[in-house]
C-alpha cells in the first residue's frame, strides 16, 4: 500500500485528491478540524469542496495513533492517511481480482476479519459498517457508523457508490433477514448464506430435521411449542438434560439443566414468560451428551467445501468451566481434539452431508459453515450439537491471525462457486485469545467503565492484537465498555504455552478495574499435552527398566483423567505416582 501523511503532503505541496463520497468527506472534515489538530500539523484548513471533484485516488483508510512529544505536548493524536492508488499493482498477479471489501458488523469477529483482509495483498480497502472505535483507531479499516445495515437499499447505494466488490457479513442477524440475498440480487459478491440457508442457525428445529433427513451425527431430541408437553418429555429423559430456544437468542438461549427443576423451569422462560421473545417460541430438548467440545470451520461455496484449521473455544464463564454460557470467554487454535484423522471423519460425516442437503432441498450455502462439536467420550467421534452460519466469536480471532493466505479471494472464490483446487495456507504457531468481559456478564453489567493502557497491551510482543469487540471513545478520548464482552486480547507463539504466556502478559498491562477475564484459557489443550509428555517419559523409562517398572510403579489414571477431562484445573504434575509392592 502507497502510505502518505497529510503533513507531509501539504508541507511538500503535494497534491491529494479523493473519490466522492459524502461519508468519507464528513468524516475527514471533522477529523481535520484546524482547532483541534493545527497543534499536530501546523497546516491549513484543507479545500474539501476542491478535493472532492478529484478521483485520483479511489479508496482511503484513516489510521489513527496517540503519539507523544508532539507540538503542544501532552497526548495529541496523529493522522496517516493510506492511499491504494488505481495504478499499483502493489505485486498482485495479474489473474488475481483486486477488490475493495464492505464487513457488515462491527464486533471482535469483524475486527478479526477486517485485520486479516487489511493484510491480504489484493484488498484496495477496508470498509466496516458500523465497526467501533477500536476498528477506526486500529487503521484496520474504515468505519462507516452512519451506514444502516438493516436498509439493504443504503448498503447496495454505499456498495456501488465505492465499487465494493465484496461484501462480507459477519453477524447472523442480517443473514437471516436476508441482507445477503439482496446483496447477490444486486450483483454484489456476497460472503454469507441467504435467509432460506441461514435457517441453519436461525432455527434449530431446521437444523435438527436436517440432520434427521440426511443422517448426520447429532444428540437425540424432540420438538415443542407446548410446556406441558415439554415437561412429560424431559420427565421421560431424566437429568441433565439441554433446553435450547429454537431461535436467535444472542447465544444465551441454551441452558444445560443438570436436574429436572432446572429443565422445567427453563422450559417456562422460553415457553411461558417468553425471555427470548419470538426466538423462545419454540423449544428443543436434547439428549446430554458427555465429552470434549470443539469448533470446526468449513468454507462452502455451494457445492464445495474446504475445512479451515481447528479451533476450541470456552463457553461457560467461569474458570474451571463452571458458571452460567456465554458466547465465549477465549480460544486457542490450533485444537489437540481435532487431530487430522478426526478433521476427515468431521468432513465426511457432518459437513459434506449438510453441504448436500441443503443444495438438494434448494438453498446452496454460500458462507462459512461453524459446526459446533461435542467429541463423545465414550465413542471418540463427533456429534454436531449446532451450525452458526458466519465465524465463531471468539475463534475467528485466533483463526485470522494464524492465516497466511489472502482471505479476500478466498472468499471471493467462495462467492464465484470456484472452491474447488483452492488451498488455504496457515501459520504453523499456535494463537489464544483471552476475552475481556465487563464486570457482571452474561448478566447486567455497566457501561462506560474506562479501559487504559490498550498500546502497552500490543507492545508486549509483535504477536499480540487487541480485538475489539464493544469499545467506544469518551471526550477525553479515553476507550469505554459498551458491551458485555469488550476486548480480545489475541497473541501467537511457536507453542500454545508460549500464546499463552503472551497473551496473559498483554492482559495484564490492561488497566480496566470494570472487567474480568478467565484465567484458565486452554488448560484442557495443556493438560492434555503434558498428560502426553508424562506418557511418553514413562513410556521411555518402561523402556529402559521393562520388568522392573510394570513391578514397582502404580499410575493412578483415575486422577489423571479426572485432571485432563474431568473439569478439574488440577495441573497434571500433581497427580501423586507411587509405587507398590
Not at 191 to 201: D, K, N
Not at 385 to 412: K, T, W
Not at 426 to 439: C, G, I, L, P, Q
Not at 471 to 479: E, K, M, Q, R
Amino acid at each position: 500500500m502507497a502510505c502518505i501523511s497529510y503533513s507531509s503532503a501539504v508541507t511538500n505541496n503535494t497534491s491529494i485528491k479523493f473519490h466522492n463520497s459524502r461519508y468519507h468527506f464528513n468524516f475527514v472534515a471533522k477529523i481535520f478540524n484546524p482547532s483541534s489538530y493545527q497543534s499536530c500539523f501546523n497546516v491549513e484548513p484543507i479545500n474539501f469542496d476542491a478535493a472532492k471533484s478529484s478521483i485520483d485516488v479511489k479508496y482511503f483508510q484513516v489510521r489513527r495513533c496517540s503519539r507523544r512529544g508532539l507540538a503542544g505536548g501532552g497526548r495529541n493524536q496523529s493522522l496517516t492517511t493510506v492511499f491504494n492508488s488505481l495504478s499499483s499493482n502493489n505485486g498482485i498477479p495479474a489473474s488475481e481480482e483486486r477488490v475493495a471489501v464492505l464487513v457488515i458488523g462491527g464486533g471482535g469477529r469483524e475486527h478479526a476479519i477486517c485485520y486479516a483482509l487489511h493484510r491480504s495483498p489484493s484488498c484496495d480497502a477496508v470498509f466496516c459498517a458500523p465497526g467501533n472505535s477500536g476498528i477506526s483507531n486500529s487503521g484496520d479499516a474504515t468505519c462507516i457508523s452512519e451506514l444502516d445495515i438493516s436498509d439493504s437499499s443504503a448498503v447496495i447505494a454505499f456498495c456501488r457508490e465505492w465499487g465494493v466488490g465484496l461484501v462480507v457479513v459477519g453477524p447472523e442477524a442480517p443473514l437471516v433477514a436476508g441482507l445477503a440475498n439482496d446483496l447477490v440480487k444486486a450483483g454484489i459478491p456476497t460472503f454469507g448464506p441467504s435467509s432460506e440457508a441461514a435457517a441453519l442457525e436461525g432455527s434449530k428445529d431446521f437444523m435438527k430435521r436436517l440432520c434427521d433427513k440426511y443422517g448426520i451425527p447429532t444428540a437425540k431430541y424432540q420438538s415443542f411449542t407446548d410446556p406441558s408437553a415439554a415437561k412429560a418429555y424431559i420427565k421421560g429423559q431424566g437429568a441433565p438434560i439441554v433446553v435450547k430456544a429454537d431461535g436467535l437468542a444472542a447465544g444465551k438461549g441454551v441452558v444445560v439443566a443438570m436436574t429436572l427443576e432446572e429443565a422445567y423451569e427453563a422450559v417456562d422462560s422460553m415457553l411461558v414468560r417468553s425471555i427470548f421473545g419470538s426466538a423462545g417460541g419454540r423449544v428443543v430438548i436434547e439428549e446430554y451428551l458427555e465429552g470434549e467440545e470443539a469448533s470446526f470451520f468449513a468454507i462452502v461455496d455451494g457445492e464445495n467445501a474446504i475445512a479451515l484449521e481447528s479451533a476450541q473455544d470456552h463457553k461457560r464463564v467461569g474458570d474451571g468451566d463452571t458458571g452460567p454460557n456465554t458466547g465465549g470467554m477465549g480460544a486457542y487454535s490450533p485444537a489437540p481434539v481435532l487431530t487430522k484423522e478426526l478433521q476427515s471423519v468431521i468432513m465426511e460425516s457432518i459437513i459434506f452431508p449438510t453441504v448436500k442437503g441443503m443444495a438438494e432441498q434448494g438453498c446452496k450455502f454460500v458462507g462459512v459453515l461453524y459446526a459446533g462439536l461435542m467429541i463423545e467420550k465414550k465413542s471418540g467421534l463427533p456429534k454436531l450439537i449446532e451450525y452458526n452460519v458466519r465465524f465463531g466469536d471468539p475463534e475467528c480471532q485466533v483463526l485470522m491471525v494464524r492465516l497466511e493466505s489472502d482471505l479476500a479471494q478466498v472468499l471471493l472464490a467462495a462467492c464465484k462457486g470456484e472452491l474447488r483446487g483452492v488451498s488455504v495456507e496457515w501459520s504453523t504457531d499456535s494463537a489464544m485469545v483471552v476475552v475481556m468481559a465487563s464486570k457482571g456478564y452474561p448478566g447486567s453489567y455497566e457501561k462506560g467503565t474506562v479501559i487504559q493502557n490498550l498500546e502497552e497491551a500490543e507492545q508486549v510482543a509483535p504477536s499480540v492484537k487487541v480485538f475489539h469487540a464493544g469499545t467506544a471513545l469518551d471526550s477525553d478520548g479515553n476507550f469505554i465498555a459498551t458491551g458485555g464482552r469488550v476486548l480480545g486480547v489475541t497473541a501467537k507463539g511457536k507453542d500454545l504455552e508460549e500464546a499463552r504466556d503472551r497473551a496473559y502478559q498483554a492482559v495484564e498491562q490492561i488497566k480496566w478495574p470494570g472487567g474480568f477475564y478467565r484465567r484458565d484459557i486452554g488448560w484442557r489443550a495443556l493438560s492434555q499435552k503434558q498428560a502426553t509428555k508424562t506418557e511418553k517419559q514413562l513410556k521411555e523409562l518402561e523402556d529402559k527398566v521393562p520388568g522392573l517398572l510394570k513391578k514397582k510403579v502404580e499410575v493412578k489414571l483415575g486422577e489423571l483423567k479426572d485432571a485432563i477431562s474431568g473439569g478439574s484445573t488440577q495441573s497434571i504434575k500433581d497427580v501423586e505416582f507411587r509405587g507398590s509392592k
